[in-house]
């Protein structure tokens, strides 16, 4: 360029100057929309595109900051559809891209906002507007229930179907994290039927297929939820709702007792039935896996009969069936168990109840005591009877193995004579009919054992194993006796016991006269391991003034005594 040129040309940039025409730094009337993203949240799951719904709040001023529109002052968020031509052009497309919760400064030229007629008495012609917009919410007429699972138990044996009965907890938020509601604030699940419309479209929706301790997010549109109307003051019309879901538990009316067999012992001789009567522990639990009631954390079984309504119904029927030892798992629904209602502050009303129950024993009231003989001697023809004499060995435990008491740890085996209720009725009858050397197992019910106080290391109720083992026996003496002859009593008795002749039989002379008897074979003794302190008492019995000596008044044999009874009688 010529130097006459250059000057031609500052010449002509001066002049226009001088007239009037915009500067070089002045870009003059705005084409478009300016956006500027100030905030743009980390996490944008969708942005607003063409047709979709949206709510948001917005503060509209002109360029020297007065305000002539604001949604904040009605306190009301502005809800419509986006880039269809329901808004000024310049919100339709400043509006658009935009994610929830992100926040935006618009600034709309003359005609792209109300132009040169502008709104008589708000917005005066060629105005140019300026929107600080935070958008709130946004959805689409095509849009589906979304449902993110957030944790899952790794055993679900069933899922939430339509008519169940669910209790859940649930925190309930707008799109853009503004809370309305939480049962956690109301310390209490929210319980009701799935799928009968008793809920909103989308949760009925977005509870179905969950397990129990399960947890979701549920974003539902407006159309599944509160639509136009919205719900009171917390949920606006047109609002997306965003629920984070934990199933406690759930039910359906029809349901019955569910059984999980956890361990059966092999072999099973018998299985509880209605009338039975039954000691187990157990572990209760809700179906979240809160502990409401443990027999284990009082150290001492839970005894009660089955099929006799002393329990729920739901335990009266889990109940059935069960072996010694077993272990199962009976999941009781709240029709079941204690209803609507629930019982004391730990289980509550409509609760699914879970019990883990390991059988200690059982018995019934008309039980025998059962026998099995582990070793009989061949040739056995002697076996014990009602008042004989044995001596023995034992093992005695309960029926889930916990040892309880062992003759083996002492120096002797224990001694008894059958039917003179020393021991336990059950083990006087298991131990009748045994020959020298036998080996049993006895089954005692404990009607016939120690019964429903117990015993000193013996829980009440318990149902008692022995092992036993007849070392030897002898013969014994009817009841009531002390001394019997195998014949006929001898002839003139007093005078042959007064071996001294002096008119009187002395301790001395009894026990004599007594054991020569004994050798000869001509009578014997109630067995016993202390053979003078029968004849002492026999000796007793017989001086009765007890001055230490019997006259011929006071003898009287055993059989003449009963034999008086009965004339008196008589």
């Known amino acids: 360029m010529s130097p006459g040129s250059f000057f031609l040309l500052l010449l002509l940039l001066l002049l226009l100057s001088i007239l009037g025409a915009p500067g070089l730094g002045d870009p003059g009337p705005l084409e478009d929309v300016v956006i500027d993203r100030y905030y743009i949240p980390k996490i944008c799951l969708r942005e607003a595109q063409m047709g979709d719904f949206i709510r948001y709040h917005y503060n509209g001023t002109f360029k020297d900051g007065t305000k002539f529109d604001s949604s904040y002052d009605r306190g009301a968020t502005v809800a419509g559809v986006v880039g269809v031509g329901r808004l000024i052009t310049g919100m339709d ?113 977005g509870l179905l297929g969950m397990c129990a301790g399960e947890k979701r997010s549920i974003i539902i549109p407006p159309f599944l939820a509160y639509g136009e109307k919205g719900y009171g003051s917390a949920i606006p019309p047109q609002a997306s709702l965003v629920f984070s879901v934990l199933l406690v538990d759930f039910h359906n009316p029809k349901d019955g007792v569910s059984l999980e067999h956890l361990e059966v012992p092999e072999p099973c001789r018998r299985r509880a039935a209605s009338g039975d009567f039954v000691r187990y522990h157990y572990n209760g639990s809700l179906m979240d896996g809160t502990l409401f009631d443990s027999s284990y954390s009082r150290n001492h079984t839970y005894n009660t009969y089955i099929g006799k309504g002393y329990i729920i119904p739901g335990m009266d029927q889990g109940l059935q069936g069960v072996c010694v030892g077993e272990r199962r ?60 004499f044995i001596r023995y060995h034992y093992n005695c435990s309960l029926l889930d193995g916990t040892k309880l008491f062992s003759s083996h740890d002492y120096e002797k085996p224990q001694e008894v004579t059958l039917g003179t209720n020393k021991v336990i009725e059950g083990l006087n009858r298991g131990l009748l009919d045994m020959c020298a050397g036998e080996r049993r197992v006895l089954i005692v019910p404990p009607h016939l054992g120690h019964g429903e106080s117990g015993a000193r290391g013996v829980p009440g109720s318990a149902v008692l194993r022995f092992e036993v083992e007849l070392i030897s026996m002898e013969e014994g003496v009817p009841e009531g006796y002390l001394f019997i002859w195998h014949g006929e009593p001898p002839a003139g008795l007093y005078e042959q016991m007064d071996l001294n002749k002096d008119g009187e039989i002395p301790a001395e002379e009894f026990s004599t006269f007594i054991k020569t008897q004994v050798a000869e074979g001509k009578g014997r003794l109630m067995p016993s391991s202390d053979p003078d302190k029968v004849i002492a008492d026999m000796f007793r019995n017989q001086d009765r003034n007890q001055d230490g000596r019997i006259t011929p008044e006071e003898l009287k044999l055993k059989s003449d005594e009963d034999q008086e009874k009965i004339h008196e009688e008589l």
Request: charged fraction near 20%; glycine fraction near 10%.
């Open 329 to 388: 798992r009976v999941v009781v629904p709240p029709h079941l168990a204690y209803g609507e209602n629930g019982a004391g502050n730990k289980i509550p009303g409509s609760a699914v109840l879970i019990f883990d129950v390991h059988i200690i024993d059982f018995h019934n009231p008309e039980d025998p005591v059962e026998m099995e003989t582990l070793y009989r001697p061949e040739g056995c023809n002697l076996t014990t009877r009602h008042r004989d």
């Open 93 to 205: 497309r400043g509006l658009q891209g935009m994610c929830v919760n992100e926040r935006r400064h618009l600034i709309v030229p003359p005609h792209l906002g109300y132009g040169s007629i502008g709104v008589a008495g708000l917005i005066p012609p060629d105005a140019t507007l300026y929107f600080d917009v935070v958008m709130l919410d946004i959805w689409n007429k095509k849009d589906k229930l979304q449902i993110t699972t957030l944790a899952r138990p790794l055993h679900c044996n069933r899922t939430v179907e339509s008519s169940d009965f669910v209790r859940y907890h649930y925190n309930g938020t707008l799109l853009d994290g503004t809370p309305f509601d939480s049962s956690y604030s109301k310390n209490s699940t929210y319980d009701t039927y799935v799928g009968t419309g008793w809920l909103i479209k989308g949760m009925d929706q």
